[in-house]
């Protein structure tokens, strides 16, 4: 249906964001970009492609590719085992991974620093809060990703991770300054809350279940995981931090606890394309020990 030179395009071009660009890297016209996107889009009876900038896959494309992405791994995984060469743009293989933002900061890149480097593979890292990088499997955006969600995306397989924990923690100039110096969090009504973005929930849902009441708080948004956790050591706002980024700190009295008690568990799962691929495997199996040394145990 498709011929491998149009999905190599089509894969370039959503990469890549636009025609123009997807032609300076494969070193064609953008007409000849153009031709072979359309010439796909009459095959399949379908746009597969918003001309926005940048593009913007439709559902179709999201199809055509998650086809061009297998192609490439296959692809790649053949020739290495042929010739001991993996080749592909830039002589590697690109691997798109998606993964949350405290895992990115705290475990998982030591896992992708374990893999060989004969493998000879570059990682395409998709940074997306774990709730939601389900959604970057079904496009066919990437090939794995660390998430929440514990039912299998359609063509993919879903193996446990492990908990990450997370402590509400504060300042102790914070919990003078807001919390009478007692760290309470029956407190917080009025106290300024770090949020990750606007989709971070965590601190609201974790207010709700301890207190019973709603948070009505003022917000500061950090979004990134190193300076988020940062800006709670600084006094911004009280938030809740993965174990990994705050034990250190509340050992030596920087940050207070507000609920020893009251830990936060986020499960999390590996899923990833259900495609025979020595690639995939090996970087499967890297992140699963990773993660075994660096979360905690999924409850039975």
């Given at each position: 249906?498709?011929?491998v030179?149009?999905?190599?395009?089509?894969?370039?071009?959503?990469?890549?964001?636009t025609?123009?660009?997807?032609?300076?890297k494969?070193?064609?016209?953008a007409?000849?970009?153009?031709?072979?996107?359309?010439?796909?889009?009459?095959a399949a009876?379908?746009?597969?492609?918003q001309?926005?900038?940048?593009?913007?896959?439709t559902?179709?494309?999201?199809?055509?590719?998650?086809?061009?992405?297998?192609l490439?791994?296959?692809?790649?995984?053949?020739?290495?085992?042929?010739?001991?060469?993996?080749?592909?743009?830039?002589?590697?293989?690109?691997?798109?991974?998606?993964?949350?933002?405290?895992s990115?900061?705290?475990?998982?890149l030591?896992?992708?620093?374990t893999v060989?480097?004969?493998v000879n593979?570059?990682?395409?890292?998709?940074?997306?809060?774990?709730?939601?990088?389900?959604?970057?499997l079904?496009s066919?955006?990437?090939?794995?990703?660390?998430t929440?969600?514990?039912?299998?995306?359609q063509?993919?397989?879903?193996?446990?991770?492990?908990?990450?924990?997370?402590?509400?923690?504060?300042?102790?100039?914070?919990?003078?300054?807001?919390?009478e110096?007692?760290?309470?969090?029956?407190?917080?009504?009025?106290a300024?809350?770090?949020?990750?973005?606007?989709?971070?929930?965590?601190?609201?849902?974790f207010?709700?279940?301890a207190?019973?009441?709603?948070?009505?708080?003022?917000?500061?948004?950090?979004?990134?995981?190193?300076?988020?956790a940062r800006?709670?050591?600084l006094?911004?706002?009280?938030?809740?931090?993965?174990?990994?980024?705050?034990?250190?700190?509340?050992?030596?009295?920087?940050?207070?606890?507000?609920?020893?008690?009251?830990p936060?568990d986020?499960?999390?799962?590996?899923?990833?394309?259900r495609?025979?691929?020595?690639?995939l495997?090996?970087v499967?199996?890297?992140?699963?020990?990773?993660?075994?040394?660096?979360?905690?145990r999924?409850?039975?």
């Amino acid at each position: 249906m498709f011929q491998v030179d149009q999905l190599q395009t089509l894969l370039v071009v959503v990469e890549e964001g636009t025609f123009d660009a997807a032609a300076r890297k494969l070193r064609i016209t953008a007409s000849a970009v153009s031709q072979r996107v359309k010439a796909m889009e009459q095959a399949a009876g379908q746009v597969l492609l918003q001309r926005l900038n940048p593009v913007v896959p439709t559902a179709a494309g999201d199809v055509a590719l998650r086809y061009a992405r297998q192609l490439q791994l296959l692809e790649g995984d053949a020739l290495k085992e042929l010739n001991g060469l993996a080749r592909s743009a830039g002589g590697a293989i690109s691997l798109p991974l998606a993964v949350n933002a405290d895992s990115l900061a705290t475990w998982f890149l030591e896992a992708l620093a374990t893999v060989p480097r004969s493998v000879n593979a570059v990682f395409d890292i998709h940074r997306e809060d774990q709730e939601h990088t389900t959604s970057l499997l079904r496009s066919g955006t990437v090939m794995a990703a660390v998430t929440s969600t514990a039912e299998a995306v359609q063509g993919c397989s879903s193996t446990p991770l492990g908990v990450m924990r997370y402590r509400a923690v504060c300042s102790p100039s914070f919990a003078d300054e807001w919390l009478e110096g007692a760290a309470d969090i029956h407190l917080l009504d009025a106290a300024p809350v770090v949020d990750f973005d606007r989709r971070d929930t965590l601190q609201r849902r974790f207010f709700r279940s301890a207190v019973g009441r709603e948070l009505q708080a003022p917000r500061h948004y950090v979004p990134t995981s190193a300076d988020f956790a940062r800006s709670v050591v600084l006094g911004f706002g009280w938030a809740l931090l993965p174990e990994q980024q705050c034990v250190a700190e509340l050992a030596a009295g920087t940050l207070l606890e507000l609920a020893p008690d009251l830990p936060v568990d986020v499960p999390l799962w590996w899923q990833r394309w259900r495609l025979a691929s020595p690639l995939l495997d090996e970087v499967s199996q890297r992140v699963a020990a990773a993660a075994a040394t660096s979360l905690h145990r999924m409850p039975a």
